[in-house]
C-alpha cells in the first residue's frame, strides 16, 4: 500500500456516510410526505453481490478498462409496511441509524487526522 493509501480507504468511507446521511436526512425530513418510500444506500461490497461483472474487455491496450471507475454507492427503496398515510419512513429507525452514521463519521475523520498527524510527523523527522 502506497503512502497514501489508508488515506484514500478512509477518505472513501468519510464519502460513503456523509451520502448516506444526506439520504438519511432526506428519508427523516419526508416522514410526513403521504406516500413517501424510504432510501437507503448500500456500499459498493453489496453492489458487487447484487449486480453481474458486464461482459466486456479491453481488445486493445488503449481502451479505457470498463470497470473503473467502479459506482460506489447504489440508493435503494426500501419497502416498509406503509403506516396510515401510507408512508413508509419508520421515524425510530431513522433517527437511530442517522445516529450510529453520525458516529462511524466521527471516528473516521478522527482516523483520519491521526494519519495525517502520523505523516507529518514523518516528515519532520520526530
Same mark, same amino acid.
Given at each position: 500500500?502506497?503512502?497514501?493509501?489508508?488515506?484514500?480507504?478512509?477518505?472513501?468511507?468519510?464519502?460513503?456516510?456523509?451520502?448516506?446521511?444526506?439520504?438519511?436526512?432526506?428519508?427523516?425530513?419526508?416522514?410526513?410526505?403521504?406516500?413517501? /418510500?424510504?432510501?437507503?444506500? #448500500?456500499? *459498493?461490497?453489496?453492489? +458487487?453481490?447484487?449486480?453481474?461483472? &458486464?461482459?466486456?474487455?479491453?481488445?486493445?491496450?488503449?481502451?479505457?478498462?470498463?470497470?473503473?471507475?467502479?459506482?460506489?454507492?447504489?440508493?435503494?427503496?426500501?419497502?416498509?409496511?406503509?403506516?396510515?398515510? /401510507?408512508?413508509?419512513?419508520? #421515524?425510530? *429507525?431513522?433517527?437511530? +441509524?442517522?445516529?450510529?452514521?453520525? &458516529?462511524?463519521?466521527?471516528?473516521?475523520?478522527?482516523?483520519?487526522?491521526?494519519?495525517?498527524?502520523?505523516?507529518?510527523?514523518?516528515?519532520?523527522?520526530?
Amino acid at each position: 500500500m502506497d503512502m497514501f493509501g489508508k488515506l484514500n480507504i478512509i477518505n472513501d468511507f468519510l464519502d460513503y456516510r456523509y451520502q448516506r446521511a444526506k439520504v438519511i436526512s432526506s428519508n427523516i425530513a419526508n416522514a410526513d410526505t403521504p406516500g413517501y /418510500k424510504p432510501r437507503e444506500l #448500500l456500499f *459498493e461490497k453489496y453492489l +458487487k453481490e447484487e449486480i453481474p461483472p &458486464l461482459p466486456l474487455k479491453k481488445t486493445d491496450p488503449r481502451h479505457i478498462d470498463p470497470y473503473y471507475p467502479p459506482p460506489k454507492f447504489k440508493e435503494i427503496v426500501v419497502e416498509n409496511p406503509p403506516g396510515y398515510d /401510507k408512508n413508509k419512513v419508520n #421515524l425510530d *429507525e431513522e433517527l437511530a +441509524k442517522l445516529t450510529d452514521n453520525n &458516529l462511524a463519521y466521527q471516528v473516521l475523520s478522527q482516523m483520519l487526522m491521526k494519519n495525517i498527524e502520523e505523516m507529518k510527523t514523518s516528515i519532520k523527522g520526530r
